[in-house]
């Protein structure tokens, strides 16, 4: 039963296309992030939220932007789709946004731009 | 350069033995997980350790509450089960006050029968 829904699992789209990856979280959690997992580099943070609030932006390219709509939800809209942006985007969420906490994932959504 | 270094990048056992992998921190952490990510890309939370050891069955995992500079994730009698790559993550002490998590490349492991 997971407590870190991502959707969809897969997504295929084209250059130059926009598209929006969905995240919503159960464990009641009121930090959320972005990670990316792509072939050329290990995971790495992306985007950290507190109370929906933007705290850490570790993502050079306007191109991603989170959407929080309610606590529990993260979304990831990027835009003008490239093929570098293929990847494994996880999404995660911890009690609060402190340190020494521990941090759960999603399934991840796999994201292949052609 | 990699803060968070894992070795070995790639591991083979054989059912039944046991083996150490470990991750080397070239900065104080505050706290480390170990993930395993398995065929279908899903990531599962091992361990969490703020400091001291934690065991779960056949995996045991430690993190040098001294120094802070590394970690271990011990397996005993290794299973084809276990196979996958395995991550740890880990946070800065200099990353603020938010848990962002630092990953290494990741371990690969095969268990074979």
């Known amino acids: 039963d997971p407590k870190i829904i991502q959707k969809p699992k897969y997504l295929v789209a084209v250059t130059g296309s926009e598209k929006i990856l969905i995240c919503e979280q159960y464990l009641g959690h009121n930090a959320m992030y972005w990670y990316r997992q792509s072939a050329k580099k290990p995971l790495e943070f992306m985007f950290s939220y507190s109370y929906q609030k933007l705290m850490d932006n570790q993502t050079a390219s306007s191109r991603f932007q989170p959407q929080s709509s309610k606590k529990n939800h993260l979304d990831l809209q990027i835009t003008a789709l490239k093929p570098d942006d293929s990847a494994t985007y996880f999404c995660a969420s911890s009690q609060e946004h402190t340190a020494n906490t521990e941090v759960f994932f999603g399934k991840g959504t796999r994201l292949t731009v052609v | 350069g990699d803060q968070v270094e894992q070795s070995p990048s790639a591991l083979s056992l054989h059912e039944g033995t046991d083996s150490a992998l470990r991750c080397n921190f070239t900065t104080t952490m505050r706290s480390v997980q170990w993930f395993r990510q398995n065929s279908r890309g899903s990531l599962i939370s091992l361990f969490y350790?703020?400091?001291?050891t934690k065991e779960n069955g056949r995996l045991k995992s430690a993190f040098d509450s001294k120094e802070r500079r590394y970690s271990t994730l011990h397996i005993r009698d290794a299973q084809l089960e276990d196979s996958g790559t395995y991550f740890c993550a880990a946070e800065p002490h200099s990353g603020g006050s938010n848990a962002k998590l630092t990953f290494g490349k990741g371990t690969k492991l095969s268990v074979k029968s």
């Open positions: 350790l703020a400091s001291g």
